[in-house]
């Protein structure tokens, strides 16, 4: 059976268990989402199937995107993305709701890190930096010597060094279901998610259980 949803980052909370003890959850606006395609391995040369989540209004998709979800009577959605799947066992034009999971199961979870902008060594890698003192005024926050002497007489392509931080994709593995409200589409996992508050985060079934 298939299990795969899109949702949204709510924030996260805290529940009790039936001992008392604090859980710490991140609540997840997951679907209602729908199949808008369902790829195979004759037609496309690989097995997946494409979800459709957030209904938006006409005007903010282009009129291929809008052919593409009428071709199966579905509204505007604003995120389409693929889960790759052996076996899909879903129709195209089927809804995909919460209560495909079930509590205590593993799931992971993909997001896109906040991001920070350009920034230096020591916060990027949490370089130790130079000393304060012995007239080194200026050395406090920068990285240091990262290359070699006369051979090679460059530095290494990779090494950790200032720039961009955060606005990568990350999953978070594992993560054990604590709550499913298929009233109001939310789950809730144990937990931090990867992401700012309403962001796009996918949901599958957990591959290292």
Known sequence: MFKGL???KIGMTQIFDETGVAIPVTIIEAGPCFVTQVRTVEKEGYSSVQLGFDEVKPKRLTGG???HLKRNSLPPLRHIREFRVNDP???????????????GERVDVIG???????MGGVRRYHFHGGPRTHGASD??????SRGSTTTPGRTYRGARSPGHMGNDRVTSQNLKVVLVDAERNLL??????????N???LIMEARKQ
Do not use: N, Y
Request: proline share 6%; hydrophobic share 35%.
């Open 89 to 103: 066992e879903v129709k195209e034009g089927d809804p995909v709701k919460v209560d495909v999971f079930t509590i």
């Open 188 to 197: 809730g996992v144990r937990g931090a998610v990867p992401g700012a508050r």
């Open 112 to 118: 896109t890190t906040k991001g920070k902008g350009f």
């Open 199 to 201: 962001g796009l985060v």
């Open 65 to 67: 995107q809008l052919g």
């Open 6 to 8: 899109i949702g949204k």
């Open 139 to 144: 050395r406090e926050r920068a990285p240091g």
